[in-house]
């Protein structure tokens, strides 16, 4: 089979984007297994084949959810998208994700080609220059961004839906289509108030939409379906600018306080980092946006997908010099231990979080998520799960089959490589079946069918399992050892195998192995000065991957004590986990619980009939038969009373006595477990449900009415 060196064929070139996050929080599972992890296994089967990619992505650091951030944080949105810029760009890379370059819309260089191309469009003739209504806040003075609009979604009834998206149910939404809308701002209702803003004119773009949308009917079931969806329906016109006060600013005369609408400069931000990209590795950025023969690919989550399909392309194709995305292979969306992903109520797993706790354990996430992608529809991630596939799968299947090698290696042939003598029929059937695997799970990943590509790699783990117990080569060395040198060679050369088509999917496994087969691994740039000449350079690649001649004979290999490529994860790491989540889910509950409404209004005579005086706790106990019941006698002035409050799993006995408290002292007598109660102690609920004693800050004497 041809290597590197031997193609001379100008590689197919392709640009593959990652969506632009917004920069206003940290990365959860939900982005990696809805955009990122399927980028970065197909970006890295496609430099394995040999291809030019060009993997672009970056933080999107413009728009209204940046400003509601800094709002929030009591924080300018620049120092907002500074901070999550670093933290996401670092956690990518300790994650493993391959991006050629990872920058920023705020950039300078960002703005000037988004300001170009706004222009071109303007000098074309393609905006329409519109004065509409659209929701002012009055008390705020000013106008309201979808996301500065919450209100009742028109589909599910979601009382806290977004002017632009319902995360309920996922709706796309324009501001005026909400019932009850109020301001973010200032929580009033907002008015309707005129303003001027630049339309791309999508409805006269549609039969242009329409040919490029039907010419792709091999995209993915949920993608054509949605983008026909928006057809049917009829394309309107979409505003290009908006009315704020963070973003690019509109390029043309008197627009003071308007800027490019963050749809219209984030995709443009692929464009422009590639446009980075290319200055700094001495490359032509046009051939990775203006060659036709170039493919474009974007990588996205359901909700971003008529951005991708339509307006973007439709941006294009007004400007009409690039070239129009060749897929869009979107996501459904991962939802976590049977609940949505939200980062608004901090349920989810975040990525920074689990490099700190489950250090050198990237690919076990890759694995979890790889396995349970939301391909097709929305699919939910478990830490349970999570457990069973490193336990059940890596651990079990795919380590135990390379340990098993390395021991069986080390333990007959003192490490090294034996020489395989000839085979037999079983043997080439097994030979047959793994040249299987690399065109098996290609074509899964040319596909976009990841889950399976992945279901393919661990089988051939798998096959190696099956041709040890197969073979029992620890039964025949004694009497057959060069059929057992055959033997441990095949399966050496399986692993060898593993360690090529396993690298897109898990690439920090791949590198380990790839160190206990004896070899080191080099990159595009050579070798690293500091190795000896005489060192064995690993250099396959998918178009080795098959062969059965990868590690030469007498390869010394690593000492298997030092080398599990996974080990177990305990029950108390998981159930520490999940205890993570829901005290989580219980703190922002605590912390969103709304203060009850007030009670319908009285008149001071009804509160005046209240007697309400402050008494001492003399005596304490639990009721027998209930457990919420406490029984106290207070000292109330005049005569000791029996209270009988329903405290017991807030209160101890022991801790009431002596307590001086505010009672009520006229209630009607109350007959409770056979016992007369004669008052009511009063407590404060806090919002977690917990009771906090109402008590004079210093002492009172007994029976001292409260008014």
Not at 429 to 437: N, Q
Request: contains cysteine.
């Amino acid at each position: 089979m041809n290597t590197k060196e031997d193609m001379t064929e100008t590689p197919q070139k392709y640009t593959v984007t990652a969506a632009l996050i917004y920069a206003n929080g940290p990365i959860h599972i939900g982005h990696l297994a809805g955009c990122y992890i399927p980028a970065d296994i197909y970006v890295r089967y496609l430099r394995s084949k040999g291809a030019d990619v060009a993997f672009i992505s970056g933080t999107d650091e413009h728009g209204v959810p940046i400003t509601v951030k800094a709002r929030k944080e009591g924080k300018t949105p620049q120092e907002v998208v500074d901070f999550y810029y670093e933290q996401i760009k670092k956690s990518f890379a300790d994650f493993g994700i391959s991006f050629d370059i990872y920058s920023r819309t705020s950039n300078q260089s960002h703005h000037k080609v988004s300001q170009e191309i706004f222009t071109t469009l303007y000098d074309k003739g393609y905006f329409d220059e519109e004065t509409s209504e659209q929701y002012f806040d009055e008390v705020a003075q000013q106008f309201l961004a979808d996301r500065y609009i919450v209100g009742e979604c028109p589909v599910c009834g979601n009382p806290n839906a977004y002017g632009d998206q319902c995360e309920k149910c996922g709706s796309t939404l324009s501001p005026t289509e909400l019932k009850n809308p109020r301001s973010t701002l200032s929580g009033s209702k907002p008015i309707m108030k005129s303003t001027k803003n630049w339309y791309l004119p999508l409805d006269r773009m549609q039969p242009d939409i329409e040919k490029y949308v039907n010419s792709h009917k091999e995209w993915k079931t949920n993608v054509f379906g949605q983008c026909q969806s928006w057809l049917k329906d009829g394309l309107r016109p979409r505003a290009m600018t908006r009315d704020l006060d963070w973003g690019i600013s509109v390029p043309l005369p008197d627009t003071e306080g308007k800027v490019l609408y963050v749809w219209f400069d984030a995709p443009i931000g692929y464009i422009t980092f590639t446009q980075e990209w290319a200055a700094q590795n001495g490359k032509n950025w046009e051939d990775y946006w203006k060659n036709e023969s170039t493919k474009l690919v974007h990588f996205i989550g359901k909700d971003n997908i008529v951005f991708h399909c339509i307006i973007f392309p439709a941006m294009l194709m007004a400007e009409g010099s690039y070239i129009l995305p060749d897929n869009v292979p979107a996501q459904e969306f991962m939802n976590l231990e049977g609940d949505k992903i939200s980062t608004s109520r901090n349920w989810a797993v975040w990525l920074h979080e689990y490099l700190e706790e489950f250090p050198n354990k990237q690919d076990v996430l890759r694995y979890a998520l790889s396995a349970n992608m939301p391909e097709s529809k929305d699919n939910d991630f478990t830490w349970k799960d999570f457990q069973t596939k490193n336990n059940s799968e890596l651990v079990g299947i795919f380590g135990n089959f390379v340990n098993r090698v390395l021991v069986l290696v080390n333990k007959y042939f003192e490490g090294e490589l034996p020489k395989p003598s000839e085979f037999t029929d079983y043997d080439h059937t097994i030979i047959e079946a793994i040249k299987t695997f690399p065109v098996s799970i290609g074509n899964s990943i040319d596909t976009f069918r990841f889950r399976e590509a992945l279901a393919s790699m661990i089988d051939l783990a798998r096959l190696g399992n099956k041709y040890l117990a197969d073979t029992e080569p620890w039964k025949i060395i004694k009497t057959d050892p060069q059929r057992v040198g055959t033997i441990l060679n095949l399966s050496s050369q399986i692993v060898a195998n593993l360690a090529i088509l396993c690298e897109p999917f898990l690439p920090f496994t791949s590198k380990r192995i790839i160190d206990i087969l004896g070899f080191i691994k080099i990159d595009s740039e050579g070798k690293p000065n500091d190795y000896e000449v005489s060192a064995i350079y690993w250099k396959y690649n998918w178009l080795d991957a098959g062969r059965i001649d990868l590690v030469p004979n007498s390869q010394p290999l690593a000492n298997e004590l030092d080398n599990y490529l996974f080990e177990k994860i305990e029950d108390d790491v998981i159930e520490k986990q999940v205890k993570k989540l829901q005290e989580s889910k219980r703190m922002n509950e605590l912390e969103n619980a709304k203060v009850p409404a007030l009670k319908e209004t009285i008149q001071y005579d009804d509160f005046a009939k209240m007697d309400i005086r402050i008494g001492t706790i003399l005596e304490a106990e639990k009721l027998p038969k209930s457990d919420k019941l406490l029984k106290f006698l207070v000292d109330d002035g005049f005569e000791k009373r029996t209270i009988l409050s329903g405290i017991a799993k807030h209160f101890s006995p022991e801790e009431m006595i002596g307590k001086q408290v505010t009672f009520l002292a006229n209630l009607a007598p109350r007959k409770m477990m056979g016992i007369e109660s004669n008052g009511m102690i009063l407590m404060a609920e806090n919002r977690d449900g917990s009771l906090a004693l109402l008590q004079p800050h210093k002492e009172v004497w007994n029976g001292g009415p409260v008014s």
